[in-house]
């Protein structure tokens, strides 16, 4: 029986839709599973990117570089379509768009969408620094970097309230997005599955990861207290069960856009990057 290896990242977002999985809630039929959890994004797309999995979430921004390797799951693309997890600027102090462009900024991968959008939308900086961690992001603003993009906002505010770390928003990627999207969704990470295991299996992981999905919304309250353990090990992040449900709650959102639309934010995305030399060029976007 044919084992596929997947990559699930640990990010309470992203990692809700596997967690009837590797709970066994939900059974695969006809294959195996084998699933390993991932830390950071940036491990995710370096993992994808070498093909040590088949089926993983890698950055948006990630898929020109495996096209040929790897479909994307047409109900498993996170979108932003509101300012929510609008992925905010966030300074150690007040600063201007230009100050901004002179300073040291905190992203945690140089494949990441963060980055990538930041590439897009501002452009310039003074200082690239790499931390991969989110509560590590946290702990250098203000010491070893002057400006974070703050995937995570819900838990990134929480955290830095907690750690009494003081902020300043000085802006969005969502809000400078829409306005040269002409308000398509903006795309985050995506799952992907890859192409050696044909497509007819990649369509029966496909409709296992949408079972184990409606069951983790239909039952959080079960799958929450898992997601924390998870987080815990993984991240060594200790957050508390509100946070991970608000973070969940607004990922549910993500995960559940139009795939019409999501086509529109990828398509708009990859061609705007593409124009701007940021990213090679997208020759298919090859949904399943």
Do not use: C
Not at 79 to 88: F, L
Not at 184 to 208: I, Q, Y
Not at 252 to 273: A, D, H, S
């Amino acid at each position: 029986m044919v084992t596929i290896k997947v990559g699930a990242l640990a990010d309470s977002g992203d990692l809700y839709p596997f967690i009837p999985l590797i709970e066994g809630k939900i059974k695969p039929e006809g294959f195996n599973l084998e699933i390993e959890v991932i830390p950071t994004v940036q491990d995710v797309n370096e993992k994808v990117l070498k093909k040590e999995v088949d089926v993983s979430v890698p950055s948006a921004a990630m898929y020109p570089y495996i096209q040929d390797d790897y479909y994307i799951m047409s109900n498993a693309v996170a979108s932003a379509v509101d300012g929510i997890t609008g992925m905010p600027i966030l300074a150690s102090k007040e600063m201007s768009l230009d100050e901004v462009k002179k300073s040291r900024l905190i992203v945690h991968g140089p494949n990441t969408s963060a980055f990538t959008l930041y590439k897009l939308l501002i452009g310039k900086y003074g200082k690239l620094v790499i931390i991969k961690r989110v509560l590590d992001e946290i702990k250098g603003l203000g010491t070893e970097g002057d400006v974070l993009v703050a995937v995570h906002e819900i838990k990134m505010m929480y955290a830095m309230q907690k750690l009494g770390v003081k902020y300043y928003k000085i802006g969005s990627m969502w809000d400078m997005w829409k306005n040269v999207s002409n308000n398509a969704p903006m795309p985050m990470g995506m799952v992907v599955v890859s192409k050696e295991l044909g497509k007819d299996l990649a369509l029966k992981f496909k409709e296992v990861y949408e079972k184990s999905k409606k069951y983790a919304e239909k039952n959080l309250q079960e799958i929450i207290p898992k997601d924390v353990e998870i987080m815990r090990e993984a991240q060594g992040a200790n957050l508390d069960k509100e946070i991970v449900e608000k973070t969940i709650w607004a990922d549910i959102q993500e995960y559940n856009v139009p795939e019409n639309e999501v086509i529109k934010g990828l398509e708009t995305f990859y061609r705007l990057t593409e124009e701007k030399g940021i990213l090679p060029k997208v020759k298919k976007i090859d949904l399943i």
